[in-house]
């Protein structure tokens, strides 16, 4: 299953994806995650935006692709 989070959920779905959040759900859609992909813009916005309360709710062993900015995942947090 392939969910997402980006800003304007009035947009169609892409063909792969089963659902879309909003930045407010973040917790949602990272519940029983076993892979995290961050492709997100920089700014104050998502400075560490990734942080151990995001990390936790992955599931053991999960995986992280950062493809952003190294600032918005807390990398301290990560390493723990």
Do not use: F, H, K, W
């Not at 930045?23 to 400075?47: C, F, I, K, N, W």
């Not at 560490?48 to 992280?64: D, Q, S, Y």
């Amino acid at each position: 299953t392939v969910v997402g989070v980006r800003r304007r959920l009035d947009e169609p779905l892409p063909a792969s994806v089963s659902a879309v959040y909003g930045p407010d759900q973040l917790d949602d859609a990272l519940e029983g995650a076993d892979v995290l992909v961050v492709a997100a813009t920089s700014g104050r916005a998502t400075e560490r935006l990734v942080g151990a309360r995001e990390l936790a709710r992955l599931n053991a062993g999960a995986i992280l692709v950062n493809v952003a900015r190294a600032s918005i995942v807390d990398q301290d947090a990560m390493i723990r």
